[in-house]
């Protein structure tokens, strides 16, 4: 089965054509009348946002701060924990349930104990609700990347006399990696998301999604878009730095493999 694919125009106007007929139809329901006290249209949140720039880029920054720290320690101690978990068994099964009570506790239920916990000036509740969200699509990935060699790849390495160290190199590392790049750029957005959220709920008086809960209860509702126009961007910002991560890692570490 042949697959055509499509021209390099054609992949970038075709969502620019949807956003802009999106906009369209916003201008239109909220010209119609019908639109919701909330929804203004789009040129007055874009009106709110060149006035207040300034004031977006500094909870942008804050949030985008929390959302990165967050995911560089979730990151790293789910690869750690995932590297364990496929050497030893043991660990695989003392972690498996922690993994899974991480996947179901609900955001908006542990964040306020976190606030609390770490008090109301301290980032590090918001912090780590990010890590603890980044931390369970990292683990999956990687144990599941660390257990695609085959048995029979890793006894050739040994009958070839490969090290440890090269065996993980040229076997075991180019066969995890895509996954673990996967895990982290699904947690990127995870991480972002639950720096959000976590804003609502108590700590600094500070950040995108404080900002926005506290507009919108004041009724200045562009200026609560401009700044969900601001957590839009950033996690725009986090997809394309890991999507291009993953480009460069991988098509270097595919020019690094020995000659079959």
């Known amino acids: 089965m042949t697959v055509t694919r499509l021209p390099s125009w054609l992949r970038i106007a075709a969502p620019v054509g949807v956003g802009l007929l999106g906009l369209g139809v916003w ?3 909220v010209a119609s009348g019908s639109a919701p006290r909330m929804l203004p249209d789009p040129g007055a949140i874009l009106l709110e946002g060149v006035e207040r720039f300034p004031l977006i880029v500094d909870a942008a920054a804050i949030t985008g701060t929390n959302a990165l720290v967050g995911l560089v320690a979730g990151t790293v101690v789910a690869v750690a924990l995932a590297a364990l978990a496929a050497t030893w068994r043991p660990v695989d099964g003392m972690t498996a349930p922690l993994v899974a009570a991480l996947a179901v506790v609900p955001i908006v239920a542990i964040t306020p104990i976190l606030n609390t916990m770490f008090g109301a000036s301290s980032q590090f509740g918001r912090q780590a609700v990010a890590a ?7 683990f999956v990935n990687t144990l ?3 257990r695609q060699t085959r048995p029979v790849q890793r006894d050739l390495f040994t009958a070839t006399a490969a090290s440890g160290a090269q065996t993980f190199r040229f076997l075991t590392l180019p066969t995890a990696l895509p996954y673990l790049l996967t895990g982290i750029r699904v947690a990127a957005s995870l991480a972002v998301i639950s720096a959000l959220v976590a804003e609502y709920f108590g700590g600094p008086s500070d950040g ?3 900002a926005i809960a ?3 209860k004041s009724g200045r509702a562009a200026l609560a878009w401009a700044f969900v126009g601001g957590g839009i961007v950033i996690g725009l910002v ?3 730095v890991t999507s291009l991560l993953e480009r460069v890692v991988a098509r270097r570490l595919g020019a690094g493999r ?3």
């Not at 603890?132 to 990292?138: C, D, G, R």
């Open 132 to 138: 603890i969200a980044a931390f369970v699509p990292v």
């Open 238 to 240: 986090f997809f394309l």
């Open 214 to 216: 506290t507009y919108a």
């Open 27 to 29: 201008f239109a329901y």
């Open 208 to 210: 995108i999604g404080t």
């Open 144 to 146: 599941r990347g660390l």
């Open 258 to 260: 020995p000659p079959a």
